[in-house]
């Protein structure tokens, strides 16, 4: 069973209904066929035991009149060996027969079979055999009363069908159900092996396409993969099973080549992340390592003013490097879930005012002028602190950075339902319409005087919302430099 095919099992459990539906069937029609003859007996012999009764003096003065009756029973058994005669009193007790002797083994007849029988009861009616007690012992009867000036003094109780009938029908029934169930298997399992080979064939036929479909993805790869993925249904199939297991793999399919076409593109950005970095940290790099090569080579050769403003140069150099390697650190932590929120309610405004002084010293020595617009009733977020506040600064960091001299930064502050909602907007360039897809995914080395993208910052901002149940967006503001927008909850 185990090696066998869908279609060679369901061949062989089929054959086998067949033959217990068939061999089930042949016994039901002998048992049928059987009652029904025995039906017929019982009705042609139903009045047997009354001309008996009526035509022979069966019971004298005295009784029960032997010499008539074993004259009787002996001429009727001769006549038909099949049946068998006797002779009951009112309680059904046994009290004439002709068989051999020893060979009764009841001598007391059911009555209420005999009563059915004349009350015009279904025939065929089932009374006692005397001569056999088995369970199937049962046989057609016909019976009739013996009345004495209109009273009741016994019956005549004919067995139709005797032992001699009982046995020589057995043997025939025997002979006839073998050759019966041997013709009859034969057809069921001939019948079975063709129509099970045509109709499973038949019904198996989308399973063993789609097995088909399913295989080649083993040796196809993803192009196989891409392939299943575009397969419309058979807008002709019927909608059972196989159709749904076959949608089902389609549509797995489609979430393998969604998947892949994801990692992709993560596997895309992620190189393009590390080109970025790269470059981030190669210029840096590269200006102290000129500066500081300078100083080493030609130290005695620069007056002090050169070697200090070559320090200060190379120091602000390695800041950067630094700033970067700690933005970076920071940004692997939280995409690989090492930090987590510690919530506390704490007041949107006030924050807001302690990241303002922050950059106030930065702001007046570049004229910029810092605003907040806070709506009165702001309630208390639930977030976590310090968290908030890498948000602020990196954004408030972020607009002084590409905000000309002598320009504005203001920051927004309003309730909107279970939120605070949070607003930043400066007056710079803004962003390149062909940056805005993948400036909070990646950092992009086209930063420049005119041009603004994304950076290590913006993407630590995102993170962070996102561990809060929030987001950032970029909010259209023609003319009016970059707008960023983003909640945090009550």
């Known amino acids: 069973m185990k090696n066998m095919t869908l279609a060679q099992r369901l061949t062989l459990v089929f054959i086998v209904l067949l033959v217990a539906c068939g061999t089930i069937s042949g016994v039901l029609q002998v048992r049928s066929s059987n009652q029904y003859s025995q039906a017929v007996i019982q009705r042609l012999s139903q009045n047997l035991a009354k001309h008996i009764a009526d035509s022979n003096p069966l019971l004298s003065q005295n009784g029960l009149n032997n010499a008539s009756v074993h004259t009787l029973f002996d001429q009727l058994m001769a006549v038909n060996p099949s049946v068998e005669v006797y002779l009951l009193d009112k309680q059904g007790n046994i009290i004439g027969d002709a068989a051999p002797a020893g060979s009764l083994k009841l001598k007391r007849i059911n009555l209420q079979p005999v009563q059915a029988l004349l009350q015009g009861a279904k025939m065929p009616v089932y009374g006692d055999n005397p001569r056999n007690i088995t369970n199937d012992s049962h046989q057609v009867f016909s019976a009739a009363p013996l009345l004495d000036n209109g009273q009741v003094q016994g019956y005549v109780y004919i067995v139709l069908l005797g032992d001699e009938y009982t046995a020589l029908d057995s043997d025939a029934q025997l ?113 102290l390592h000129g500066y500081l090569e300078t100083l080493s080579v ?98 408030l960091d972020n607009a ?43 950092p992009s080395i086209l930063s420049t005087g005119r041009k603004r993208a994304g950076g290590l910052g913006l993407m630590i901002v995102k993170r962070i919302l996102e561990l809060h149940g929030s987001d950032i967006a970029l909010i259209e503001n023609p003319g009016k430099g970059a707008c960023f927008e983003f909640s945090v909850p009550v």
Request: aromatic share 6%.
């Open 175 to 287: 002979h006839s159900a073998v050759l019966m169930a041997v013709r009859s298997m034969g057809l069921v399992i001939l019948f079975g092996l063709v129509a099970g080979a045509l109709a499973f064939r038949w019904v198996t036929r989308p399973i063993r396409r789609l097995t088909e479909q399913v295989s080649s993805l083993d040796s196809g790869g993803m192009e196989a993969v891409k392939a299943l993925s575009h397969t419309l249904p058979d807008a002709k199939a019927q909608r059972d099973e196989v159709f749904q297991l076959q949608q089902a793999f389609i549509n797995m399919a489609k979430r393998i080549d969604e998947q892949w076409q994801s990692l992709t593109r993560q596997d895309q950005q992620r190189r393009e992340f590390i080109a970025n970095i790269s470059h981030d940290l190669r210029t840096p790099l590269t200006s």
């Open 298 to 395: 030609k130290s005695d050769q620069l007056s002090n003013e050169d070697r200090q403003r070559y320090l200060n140069i190379a120091l602000v150099q390695s800041k950067k490097v630094g700033r970067l390697a700690q933005e970076l650190f920071e940004l692997a932590r939280l995409e690989y879930g090492v930090v987590k929120p510690q919530k506390e309610p704490f007041s949107m405004c006030e924050l807001v005012q302690d990241v303002y002084q922050k950059f106030e010293l930065t702001a007046e020595t570049r004229h910029l002028i810092l605003q907040a617009d806070m709506m009165p009733g702001i309630p208390l977020v639930n977030a976590d602190l310090a968290m908030m506040e890498r948000v602020m600064t990196n954004l």
């Open 400 to 442: 002084i950075r590409f905000t000309p001299d002598h320009g504005t930064i203001e920051i927004r502050l309003w309730p909107q339902k279970e939120k605070v909602m949070v607003q930043l907007n400066d007056t710079g360039p803004g962003i390149a319409a062909e940056l805005k897809a993948d400036l909070f995914i990646r």
